[in-house]
């Protein structure tokens, strides 16, 4: 039995058609710098805020009403849900979906429990993958919900938290690699702190260091050949959690003789959060070589949280698929809607509105990147702005062929003339606009 009766497969109708229920953008098949866009965007549903989240907020209880859903914790509801959660994504033409282990499975009395319930749902996770043709991107632990995790999971005070969490990810891992998953994600939401008089933050990076350690080890062990993704974020729940953007997770995993097992799951809101351009995120871990996935989603400028919001502005897809196109595509990583519907989008085919709109964002997006770069837009300006290291002095400094000795003879035979040019960033910025008004 259906759970959105009325609404057939989302299709492609142009962008003039007026339909909420197709895309405008998004045509799976249109080619795009050689390959379709379904190829470059590689679309993902997160089952936690899609299927779990109700709406609640601090101030009051779910809104969402859904009707397939009887709010038990039974496994015979969780494994309902799974399948009306393949109903959306195959309507949404998702080719694939992300989830944590808590999310699709509740928890039991016992680790034990928890795993046997987990494995029943996973029955219908694989069921519903090979009738559907919908793959999972990646698989997580919920290492943050529970009570036990109040201190952190790796980085617990408590060596038995760390254990439990080690054997929960241990399980997520198995299951992630059971249904195929192309990626597993750590996101450390209380690997951090809230005070550091009681923390000792030597001794909990260690900690997390050898826990994923024991997570590489694992994934030779059982065979798992997906990519290890690292999510960043700054702060929220802990006043500073440990990856707290691309450029902190790059250094603790040099650190610790990591980077060559682990990429980074970019979030757009955590972005923000860290006081950052997803830009600017994107752009560094492309050029680290760690460019991974990305979460797609949007904050509110007017609100200091992880709001998590689907994103429709163009500038921000635009700027987001440039830097992905620029440093060679996401690989097994895809555009995940980490997004939730507002607490007053309550209905069922909210969730369409919601995720065609994204979707045909960063389909228009994508446009916009590939037409800039066919053009050398951007990097005609580049070009011109560092043309000083092409030749001369400059290319000798970037070869390594001086020393500051040498620097100091130049500026004196040359004089003190350091001429600048014009960084063009209102013309730049109109360039931009030019290329949203054409596509």
């Known amino acids: 039995m259906s759970a959105f009766p009325d609404i057939s497969t989302i299709q492609y109708e142009g962008p003039q058609s007026d339909n909420p229920l197709a895309f405008r953008w998004y045509n799976p098949d249109e080619i795009v710098e050689g390959k379709s866009m379904k190829e470059h965007l590689r679309f993902s549903i997160v089952y936690w ?75 219908v996770l694989e069921e519903e993958q090979k009738r559907s043709g919908v793959k999972l991107l990646w698989g997580t632990a919920n290492m943050f919900s529970n009570p036990r995790f109040m201190h952190g999971a790796a980085t617990s005070c408590n060596a038995d938290v760390f254990a439990f969490g080690a054997a929960q990810v241990k399980k997520a891992m198995e299951v992630t690699h059971r249904l195929g998953g192309e990626n597993y994600v750590f996101w450390g939401g209380r690997e951090g702190y809230q005070n550091l008089y009681n923390t000792d933050m030597k001794r909990e990076l260690d900690h997390l260091g050898a826990f994923f350690h024991m997570a590489v080890d694992y994934a030779k062990e059982i065979g798992f050949t997906g990519q290890f993704l690292i999510e960043p974020k700054p702060k929220e729940p802990t006043k500073h959690q440990y990856d707290s953007d691309a450029a902190a997770c790059m250094n603790f995993l040099r650190s610790y003789n990591l980077e060559d097992h682990f990429k980074l799951n970019l979030e757009t809101n955590h972005a ?56 060679g595509g996401l690989g097994s990583g895809g555009v995940n809607f980490d997004a939730k519907v507002r607490r007053e989008s309550f209905e069922p085919i909210d969730l369409f509105y919601a995720h065609i709109g994204s979707m045909d964002a960063y389909a228009k997006g994508l446009k916009v990147a590939a037409a800039m770069r066919a053009d050398n837009a951007l990097d005609n300006f580049i070009n011109a702005r560092y043309s000083s290291w092409d030749e001369g002095i400059g290319a000798k400094i970037e070869a390594g062929e001086v020393k500051f000795a040498d620097l100091e003879k130049y500026m004196l035979d040359k004089g003190d003339s350091t001429a600048n040019v014009s960084g063009r960033q209102e013309l730049i910025e109109s360039v931009v606009n030019k290329y949203l008004d054409r596509v």
Do not use: C
């Open 49 to 123: 805020h899609t299927f779990r989240g109700t709406g609640a907020d601090p101030f009051g209880p779910g809104t969402a009403v859904r009707p397939w859903d009887d709010g038990s914790d039974s496994v015979e509801n969780a494994q309902n849900r799974a399948r009306v959660a393949f109903e959306l994504f195959e309507k949404l033409q998702a080719p694939y979906y992300a989830f944590h282990d808590r999310d699709v499975a509740p928890e039991g009395d016992s680790l034990a429990e928890s795993n046997k319930i987990f494995d029943a749902v996973a029955d």
């Open 272 to 327: 923000t959060l860290a006081g950052h351009t997803m830009m600017h995120e994107l752009d560094y871990a492309g050029m680290q070589g760690a460019l991974g996935s990305i979460d797609a989603n949007t904050g509110d400028m007017l609100l200091g949280w992880d709001t998590d919001q689907f994103g429709t502005d163009y500038y921000l897809t635009t700027q987001t698929m440039y830097y992905i196109l620029k440093h």
